[in-house]
């Protein structure tokens, strides 16, 4: 009888390239662009996860376990910040080297600014009034200001690399973020 070698998580992983330095746009081979193909994403990340999965590697060692960990957990992060424009587009500025300021620059154009609160009155006034019809209107708004947002980040990033604007419109997106969330709590709190 021969002395079985002891298999390594490395050895059974179909796809040898995977390499912790990679960004997220290398790991799941898409060109580094905001405007990206989700269908090719999806299909990626899900033969990355067939390829790594931890059950796969449930009977290796434990630091080839932890590994397999590793390795998914990085390619959840790297799908989950690929598949929201919002954290594509922060990712994006931070390989650049740009930071997007969400947290410390709340200075914003004065027609952005008096548009969010026109938008959080008639967010209070739905609220107060049982209105589900005003928060659709207000809901419809905010999806249509986010697309017409996102399709202006891919420009500032694929085309005219203009990164100063491109966190602007990041951090305008963010608030329009949270407008959402608060929108939904709405529905919720009326749903109750």
């Not at 200001?145 to 997106?173: F, I, M, P």
Request: proline share 3%; no cysteine; glycine share 4%.
């Amino acid at each position: 009888m021969g002395v079985e070698k002891a298999l390594r998580f490395d050895e059974f992983l179909p796809m040898k390239s995977l390499d912790f330095q990679q960004d997220f746009f290398q790991l799941f081979e898409l060109p580094s662009r905001f405007q990206i193909d989700n269908a090719a994403l999806d299909q990626r990340y899900r033969d990355l996860q067939s390829q790594v999965h931890p059950d796969k590697f449930s009977h290796l060692s434990e630091s080839d376990q932890r590994r397999s960990v590793q390795w998914a957990t990085r390619v959840n992060e790297g799908y989950q910040t690929l598949r929201s424009p919002l954290a594509r587009g922060r990712y994006m500025l931070s390989l650049l080297g740009v930071d997007t300021q969400e947290e410390t620059n709340t200075a914003m154009p004065l027609d952005f600014l008096m548009q969010q609160m026109e938008w959080r009155e008639a967010l209070q006034d739905a609220l107060q009034s049982k209105d589900i019809d005003a928060l659709d209107v207000l809901s419809d708004n905010n999806r249509q200001e986010t697309a017409t947002l996102q399709q202006q980040l891919g420009r500032q990033l694929d085309e005219s690399h203009d990164h100063l604007a491109a966190a602007g419109s990041v951090r305008k997106l963010r608030f329009l973020e949270k407008l959402a969330e608060e929108i939904s709590s709405a529905y919720d709190e009326l749903d109750s």
